[in-house]
C-alpha cells in the first residue's frame, strides 16, 4: 500500500491522535472518571430522555455491592459479594458474616461475563453489603480493594493475579465500622491507599509488585477519605485526610509538608478535599467543615474557616463537584446546596434531585457532561438538570433500576455510576444496567 505524503499523511496522523484521545477521554477506569473529578466528555447525549424513557441495552445478574464499576474501551470491572447470610441491615452493629467477594470482567457491549476471580472473605463492619471501591484500570492492570482489606492486582485482559495484600494483617489494624472504603490513587508507579495502623495511616505501594515504597502517620481510625494530588507551592502534594486531620505529603517519599487539625465525628472522614485555586475545602457528618488556603511560594496552608454553621456543606455519600469558585454537592441533609469559595456562602440550597422533601444522608451522584448534569438518585432515577450559581432547574428524570438495600428506613441504591461510551453503567444488589444515552443511536 503506498503511504499517504506531506500533508495528507500528517492531517491523517493527527486525525488518530484526536481520535485516540477522545476514545481514553471517553472510558471511566476508576471512580469518578479518567480525572477523578465526575466530568464526562461525551458527544450528542441525550439533554431529555424519549417517550418511555431511556433504552436499557443490556441486564447482567449480580450480587451485593456499593462499589461502582469501571469501564474501558469493551470491558466493564465489578466487585461483588455473594453470601447466604441476610446482610442489608442498617445500623452500627458489628457482626460477622461469611461469603465470597469476587471481581468480574464483563463485556460493556453486552453484559457478558469474560473472566472472574473469587475468594473467601469474613464481613465484621457495619452496613455488611459487599465491597465499596470501584476498581482502578491502569493500563494492564486492574486494581481491587475489598470491603475487609483484601488489596488485590490483575491483568485485566484475563484475570490472572498479579499480586495481592492484606492490609489488616501486613499493617496490624482492624476494619473500619464501614469497611474499606477510600478508594485507592494511582501515581506513576505508586498505588497509594488507607491502611490504617501504627505509622501506616496511609501507604504507598509499588503498583507491580506490591511491595511498601513508604508509610506515613497513625490516626484514631482511618477514615474513608481518597487521597488527592495538587501543585500548590511550587511543589506536587498528597493531600491525605483521617478523622483526626488532615495533611499534605511529598507523594514521593511519604514525607510531611504540614498538618492542619480536623476532628471528624464517628470517624466519618469521607469525601476527598477539594481544590478550587489555592483553596481547599472538607466537610463531613455532623456539620463539619474546613477550609484552607494553600501559600503560593511553599508547601503550607492556612486555616480560614472550621465548623462554621452554614458554611460550605456537609457531605456524607457523595462527593463534591467544583467548577470555578463554585462547589455543587449533597449535603447530610439531603439537600443539594451551592457554595462559593473560598468564603463558604451558601446562594441557595434545594431538596428537589430526591423530591420535595430531603431525606437524611440523602445521596446523588453528580456527574456534569457540557451544560447538563447527570444526577444518579438512591431511588435508581437518573436526573437531567442545569446546575449552576443561580439554581436547580431540572430538565427530566427516569426511572433505570430498582434501589435494593436500605438505609435508614427507607429503600437505596447507593452505588456510584459510571459514564462511557456514550452510556451509563450502573448495578444495584442483584444487577447491573447499561442505559443508552446518546442521541439518535
Not at 204 to 222: D, M, P, V, Y
Not at 334 to 344: F, R, T, V, W, Y
Not at 351 to 360: D, H, I, M, W
Amino acid at each position: 500500500m503506498q503511504r499517504a505524503s506531506g500533508s495528507k499523511f500528517w492531517f491523517a496522523m493527527v486525525c488518530q491522535f484526536l481520535f485516540a484521545l477522545s476514545a481514553r477521554a471517553e472510558d471511566w477506569p476508576q471512580w469518578m472518571g479518567p480525572s477523578r473529578d465526575n466530568r464526562w466528555q461525551a458527544p450528542n447525549t441525550v439533554v431529555k430522555f424519549p417517550s418511555g424513557g431511556p433504552k436499557i441495552l443490556w441486564r447482567s445478574p449480580v450480587k451485593i455491592g456499593y462499589s461502582g464499576p469501571a469501564v474501558v474501551a469493551d470491558r466493564l470491572y465489578l466487585t461483588e459479594f455473594e453470601t447466604d447470610a441476610d446482610v442489608k441491615v442498617s445500623n452500627f452493629d458489628r457482626k460477622a458474616f461469611r461469603g465470597i467477594e469476587r471481581i468480574k470482567c464483563i463485556s460493556s457491549d453486552n453484559g457478558q461475563e469474560i473472566w472472574s476471580h473469587e475468594y473467601p472473605v469474613e464481613y465484621s463492619c457495619s452496613y455488611p453489603s459487599g465491597p465499596r471501591c470501584t476498581p482502578i484500570v491502569d493500563g494492564n492492570q486492574v486494581y481491587v480493594l475489598g470491603g475487609e482489606g483484601n488489596l488485590i492486582s490483575f491483568d485485566r485482559n484475563n484475570g490472572q493475579l498479579n499480586w495481592q495484600r492484606d492490609l489488616k494483617s501486613d499493617y496490624k489494624t482492624t476494619t473500619p465500622l464501614w469497611g474499606f472504603a477510600s478508594h485507592p490513587l494511582i501515581d506513576g508507579e505508586r498505588l497509594i491507599c488507607l491502611a490504617g495502623g501504627p505509622g501506616s495511616h496511609v501507604v504507598a505501594l509499588n503498583k507491580k509488585t506490591g511491595q511498601e515504597i513508604w508509610r506515613h502517620g497513625t490516626a484514631s481510625e482511618q477514615g474513608y477519605s481518597p487521597a488527592l494530588l495538587v501543585t500548590a507551592g511550587g511543589v506536587r502534594q498528597l493531600i491525605v485526610s483521617s478523622p483526626d486531620y488532615v495533611a499534605s505529603l511529598n507523594p514521593e517519599t511519604g514525607s510531611e509538608f504540614w498538618r492542619q487539625e480536623y476532628g471528624a465525628s464517628n470517624g466519618a472522614m469521607i469525601m476527598t478535599p477539594v481544590q478550587s485555586g489555592n483553596f481547599l475545602f472538607v466537610g463531613g457528618f455532623s456539620n463539619r467543615n474546613l477550609m484552607l488556603e494553600l501559600d503560593n511560594s511553599r508547601p503550607k496552608a492556612t486555616q480560614l474557616f472550621r465548623d462554621k454553621p452554614k458554611l460550605g456543606m456537609s457531605p456524607v455519600n457523595v462527593q463534591p463537584f467544583v467548577e470555578g469558585d463554585l462547589m455543587i454537592g449533597m449535603d447530610q441533609s439531603g439537600e443539594l446546596i451551592a457554595a462559593e469559595i473560598p468564603s463558604g456562602t451558601r446562594l441557595w440550597t434545594s431538596g428537589q434531585p430526591l423530591g420535595e422533601r430531603p431525606v437524611n444522608n440523602g445521596t446523588a451522584f453528580l456527574v456534569k457532561n457540557g451544560e447538563h448534569f447527570y444526577m444518579f438518585t438512591e431511588q435508581g432515577e437518573l436526573v437531567i438538570a442545569q446546575v449552576n450559581r443561580n439554581g436547580y432547574q431540572e430538565v427530566d428524570r427516569a426511572k433505570v433500576i430498582e434501589p435494593t438495600n436500605n438505609a435508614f428506613g427507607r429503600p437505596v441504591v447507593w452505588s456510584a455510576p459510571a459514564f462511557a461510551n456514550g452510556r451509563m453503567y450502573v448495578r444495584n444488589d442483584n444487577e447491573c444496567v447499561c442505559v443508552e444515552l446518546t442521541a439518535g443511536r
